[in-house]
């Protein structure tokens, strides 16, 4: 068997089955050939080298020898390499997928903690405002305020005035528990999203380091079978 042919998964360039009849070998190639022949892909780089793979395919697939031959070549090097290619590939795939929950949650951290920073200034505002409003009417409210009220005839308007104070008092409160109930809130959320990072940083490196064995492993089988091989022709040659 050619070297080229070394990695090529002739039966699914052919699109038939392990077990397909010599007919059914006939006929695919006969069709592939005719949707593939190079005249008909003129605008296609790789029309030529695509259709000499596909002749290439039927070369060994249509010979019993042959076929016999890539048969042993294909359940020991390239179906294990399919294999092989199909976990790395469904691992990158999930490399990927977490990649985009990171860039999410990392860009909805950070809008977490910009609603945080706003929501602290808009308490120590509430809060000032109380305050405030608590030294106003603890200024008010002396004996001499009252006595000056007095005397000049004015107490229903300090009352009143007083009365105001006390509802704006009260709603700067509620505002204010408001405000640090909605900060605890997004203190929990950005807790939660800091978490969801660490677990999606701690499954990347899982799975880069299993990306990592599987291809140390698929290194060592080659190894192998370039050992076995030497090995092979050695003893031929005695």
């Known amino acids: 068997m050619s070297p080229t042919s070394v990695g090529h998964d002739y039966y699914e360039i ?10 059914t070998v006939k006929l695919a190639y006969k069709r592939l050939a005719l949707a593939r022949h190079p005249d008909r892909r003129k605008n296609e780089p790789n029309a030529t080298a695509d259709f000499q793979l596909l002749s290439e395919a039927y070369g060994e697939l249509s ?3 042959k076929r016999q031959e890539y048969d042993k070549l294909y359940r020991s090097a390239i179906l294990p390499g399919k294999i092989k290619s199909q976990k790395i590939a469904e691992l990158e795939e999930r490399l990927r997928q977490f990649a985009l929950k990171r860039e ?7 809008n977490t903690k910009k609603d945080l920073i706003r929501l602290r200034a808009e308490k ?14 603890a200024t008010e409210e002396t004996w001499w305020s ?10 229903v308007e300090f009352n009143q005035r007083r009365q105001r104070r006390e509802r704006e008092i009260t709603d700067s409160i509620g505002k204010q528990r408001t405000k640090e109930w909605n900060i605890d809130l997004k203190l929990a959320e950005v807790q939660y ?3 969801m990072l660490d677990s999606i940083s701690s499954a990347e490196i899982e799975i880069k380091v ?3 064995k599987i291809e140390e492993r698929w290194r060592e089988r080659l190894s192998l079978q370039e050992m076995e091989r030497v090995l092979a022709k050695w003893k031929n040659q005695r």
């Open 63 to 65: 010979d019993i020898h």
């Open 14 to 23: 052919l699109g038939i089955s392990h077990d397909a009849q010599p007919a």
């Open 146 to 155: 009252y006595i000056s009220s007095l005397m000049i005839g004015n107490t």
């Open 210 to 212: 299993e990306i990592t």
């Open 124 to 137: 120590d505002s509430v809060k000032g405002e109380k305050e405030r409003l608590l030294k106003e009417r």
């Open 193 to 195: 999203l800091e978490r």
């Open 104 to 110: 999410g949650s990392k860009t909805l951290l950070y």
